[in-house]
């Protein structure tokens, strides 16, 4: 039974270490919000934010209570939007997110992606919210 233990014990260790070298390779993706303003549709607010993406981050699944308009300025990516096919991400592409979407982005390039977004979204909610 000790024997048992101890390679359970060896076993989380490992797991543990191999997770945290994988954080330190895809570190997560970085938001910054450059301007925050009402609009004029009641209840909604526009939200500026530059998102770099460390190479290997991802956004995980999520969404937003409003759409998401994007420009990627540099690297290269992938945007998948829950029923659209896969769209490649590379500078001067630009994407929109419906309201309530589930979606991801990751980067797959060897640099840094970067990307400006705009969201008009319902002020006082989050901007993003995990998604199953």
């Known amino acids: 039974m000790k024997k048992l233990q101890r390679v359970s014990g060896f076993a989380l ?10 954080f330190a390779q895809a570190p997560g993706v970085i ?27 991802t956004t995980g699944r999520h969404t937003h209570f409003g759409e998401e308009i994007s420009y990627v300025i540099e690297g ?12 490649k991400l590379a500078p001067g592409v630009g994407f929109i997110v419906p309201n309530g979407a589930k ?3 990751h980067n797959t390039g060897t640099g840094v992606m970067k990307i400006v977004a705009v ?3 319902e002020k006082g909610k989050p901007l993003t919210t995990p998604a199953p």
């Open 76 to 87: 290269e990516g992938e945007l998948m939007i829950e029923g659209q096919p896969m769209k």
């Open 31 to 57: 938001r910054t919000v450059v301007e925050r303003a009402d609009i004029s549709v009641p209840g909604r607010e526009a939200v500026i934010v530059k998102v770099e993406f460390p190479v290997g981050a």
């Open 103 to 105: 979606h991801e982005a």
């Open 119 to 121: 969201f008009p979204v």
């Open 13 to 22: 260790v490992c797991g543990l270490l191999a997770a945290g070298a994988l």
